[in-house]
């Protein structure tokens, strides 16, 4: 029996969070689920009664800030957490209001089919594009601020941030001069040697990344890049529907799923979509789930 990890980064949304615990519910899936320390009254009882046949584990809670390194420390906590557990066949790294868009059968059969194969989705072949200055802006100087003062926000303090690494750059600070770095979407399923490569490399990732901007979407794909591992990456990409919506100038983010999307959900190279928010989308996955029995 193939045995899989659903690695899951909260901060709110507890009635999604549920639903997607009640989804992904099933003996051969163990859930480890990360709580950003800043999120008060955590319906603690109802998220661990939405789960009867996974095992459910609630790791240490880390202090995560958008765009920042510790959104790094959370996935390495979460590869950590879960691999002292057990050797799982896939780990699987979403959000609170991801959803599965396939059954559990159907997702175990899928990883066993294609084992081996790491799904990442590089921002080469990404909808959002690849700018090789915007990326070396993330990375290649120092952004004091983002952890503690910035986050998502744009205030004086990232103008700030950015202002200092222009400085950093016009006095010839470049921290990635001697790297090659890569851009993916974030949210990834992963082999066990792939985890456990991240995680032999774990104090050399935390000294390369800290400080950096956004580099959640940059360090997995870069750190496998020129090793082994490369070869391992699937041509399906991360198996997620992703839809990003400008929602002004400076803003853009997931939409929720609609009922327009229910062809490219039904996809088979499609496992997961993000954002699920209800009650608005539950008639889509109603519909989805409907799919799985024709």
Known sequence: MSKHAYLIMAHSSFSELQYLLSMIDDARNDIFLHIDKKTNNVPMNELTNSVHHSRLFFTPRLNVVWGGSSQIDCEMLLFSEAARVSHYDYYHLISGVDVPVKSQDYIHDYCQRYRGLNFITSAQDGERGHDPAAIAMRYDQYHLLQNTLVG??????KYIDFASCYAQRAIGIHRGKNRVFHKSLNWVSLTDGCVRFLLSRQQDIRKTYR???????????SEIWGTPLESTLAPQGNLRFIEWKQYSKHDSSPRPIEMGDLTTLESPDILFARKFVLPQCAPVIDAVKRSWNN
């Open 152 to 157: 998502k926000k744009r205030n004086l303090a």
């Open 211 to 221: 400080f950096t901007y956004c580099c959640d979407e940059v360090f997995i794909i």
